[in-house]
């Protein structure tokens, strides 16, 4: 069965240092997502892509945050300069079309130090 | 702000009994349901969703009922299992850029 890969699946990145999270959709989705859960929180929005430009975004989707889609295969977020409150798990998902299921990775752990 | 929530943060069963996860949720205008598990270590796995204009859908072992009238949603696990055990959130959609609301969480735990 076709799924969302994520890597790394784990990061750890010094204060202020920029990262790169990388996802690949599954293929023929034309939908992509990034979600972030914070320990023991519940899983929270981030940003929506379709047609190569965002379509919705979350006030947590700050300047620090961006998304791009560099070829046809990967999707992937960056964080300008990270924070400590940016530790969390980060989910990709991606769906075939927008009012459909969105199916998620296993996530990619951020951690801050 | 409106969100999703979950009634019972944690639901204990027994194996071969049925399940039932409750989600309450306030926006009116969310028109699409989804269910997901999480088992530790990986991401939400989709397991059932329903569309405001059905009130029951049927999965495998699974059924989702929707109540607008009382913003309402249960995810009923059938035979319970004890590959079943992980953590349950509901997900509204409502935006035009398809974001999903999700609660937070039931952890459903199967004894043998």
């Known amino acids: 069965e076709p799924e969302v890969t994520q890597t790394p699946s784990h990061q750890v990145t010094q204060m202020g240092q920029e990262v790169i999270l990388r996802c690949v959709p599954i293929?023929?989705?034309?939908?992509f997502y990034w979600y972030r859960q914070i320990l023991g929180q519940k899983v929270e929005f981030l940003v929506s892509?379709?047609?190569?430009?965002?379509?919705?975004k979350s006030e947590i989707f700050d300047d620090q945050f961006s998304v791009e889609r560099p070829d046809g295969s990967n999707f992937t977020l960056k964080i300008r300069s990270t924070k400590l409150e940016d530790s969390a798990m980060y989910f990709c998902?991606?769906?075939?079309?927008?009012?459909?299921?969105?199916?998620f990775g296993d996530g990619t752990r951020l951690s801050i130090l | 702000g409106e969100s999703v929530g979950l009634h019972l943060p944690t639901l204990s069963v027994q194996e071969g009994d049925n399940s039932i996860i409750n989600c309450a949720y306030s926006n009116s205008a969310s028109d699409y349901f989804i269910w997901y598990k999480q088992e530790s270590g990986k991401g939400p796995q989709f397991i059932i969703d329903i569309r405001s204009n059905m009130d029951k859908r049927q999965g495998q072992r699974v059924t989702v009922l929707l109540n607008k009238t009382v913003k309402h949603l249960s995810l009923q696990i059938a035979a319970t299992q004890p590959g079943d055990s992980a953590v349950y959130f509901c997900?509204?959609?409502?935006?035009?850029?398809?974001?999903?609301?999700f609660g937070g969480g039931t952890r459903l735990m199967v004894k043998p």
């Open positions: 998902a991606s769906s075939y079309r927008g009012n459909q299921p969105q199916h």
């Open positions: 997900a509204e959609n409502l935006g035009a850029g398809n974001m999903l609301t």
């Open positions: 892509f379709y047609n190569n430009e965002i379509s919705e």
């Open positions: 293929s023929n989705h034309l939908y």
